[in-house]
């Protein structure tokens, strides 16, 4: 997964809030196209945001929007995901991806929804109880 590593999520109740980070190398962070997909069980992949590290400007998918911010920390190469107003139907395994410097825009949300699968790295687990 070219050294993108995820880290947080946990078990909220519905209307909670959680982060997810994504940790890369510095040549991966810079100038590129880095987002999050998450897929929930017997469901396909989902796009959900990105950001292009270059700009600062940001993606979402409609389902959260409103509800969930992405950012950047360039002191420690890490995007985070900052998920407010949780949903039961959030909940899913939710992985970061990197896209490249051209990956960024509305297509970025479809592209974080088709990640070849050799790409997957651990994820992580993110619960939200009605």
């Known amino acids: 997964a070219q050294g993108l590593v995820e880290s947080g999520g946990g078990s909220v109740q519905a209307g909670g809030s959680l982060r997810v980070s994504c940790t890369t190398s510095?040549?991966?962070?810079?100038?590129?196209?880095l987002g999050w997909f998450r897929q929930a069980p017997g469901k396909e992949p989902e796009g959900v945001a990105a950001i292009y590290t270059g700009e600062g400007t940001t993606y979402y998918a409609d389902s959260v929007k409103g509800r969930f911010t992405i950012s950047q920390d360039n002191t420690k190469n890490t995007v985070n995901l900052q998920m407010d107003s949780l949903k039961p139907e959030d909940t899913a395994v939710y992985y970061c991806?990197?896209?490249?410097?051209?990956?960024?825009?509305?297509?970025?949300?479809?592209?974080?929804?088709?990640?070849?699968?050799?790409?997957w790295g651990q994820g992580t687990q993110v619960t939200v109880s009605a």
């Open positions: 991806a990197a896209l490249g410097a051209g990956g960024c825009g509305k297509v970025a949300i479809h592209a974080l929804a088709v990640v070849p699968h050799r790409f």
């Open positions: 510095g040549h991966t962070y810079s100038n590129n196209c």
